[in-house]
């Protein structure tokens, strides 16, 4: 059964940063490509970014393009994102999934519960 835990939210400036961790526990984390998506109160859920299996490509929103980056190990089955420059309007719950590269929520097999994000002006 796959497992996946993220952690790292919290409360933070304007202009701050953040590090998002998702560890993933259960079939061979090295077959998934890995996204991070995110919802703010009273919206859907919107892409954020993803990156391959290997770590060679990467795709990300353009509201995060320049300020956030995802990243993975591997040796870890953890996946990363590093939120830099925040804004109040990056204030979300964001989840990371396992599936493949593409922005398209639906091809994700497995999700996390999520790690509340919140960025105060």
């Known amino acids: 059964q796959v497992q996946l835990v993220e952690s790292g939210g919290g409360l933070v400036q304007a202009g701050g940063s953040l590090r998002l961790s998702c560890i993933y526990s259960?079939?061979?984390?090295?077959?998934?490509?890995m996204g991070w998506f995110r919802q703010a109160p009273g919206k859907e859920r919107e892409f954020v970014a993803a990156?391959?299996?290997?770590?060679?490509?990467?795709i990300y929103a353009d509201s995060v393009k320049g300020r956030f980056t995802i990243s993975r190990d591997n040796a870890k089955n953890t996946v990363y994102l590093q939120m830099n420059s925040l804004k109040s309007e990056d204030t979300a719950v964001y989840y990371c999934?396992?599936?493949?590269?593409?922005?398209?929520?639906?091809?994700?097999?497995?999700w996390g519960q999520g790690t509340s994000v919140t960025v105060s002006s």
């Open positions: 999934a396992a599936g493949y590269l593409t922005p398209r929520a639906r091809e994700y097999d497995y």
């Open positions: 990156i391959s299996w290997s770590g060679s490509r990467t």
């Open positions: 259960g079939r061979t984390f090295s077959s998934y490509s």
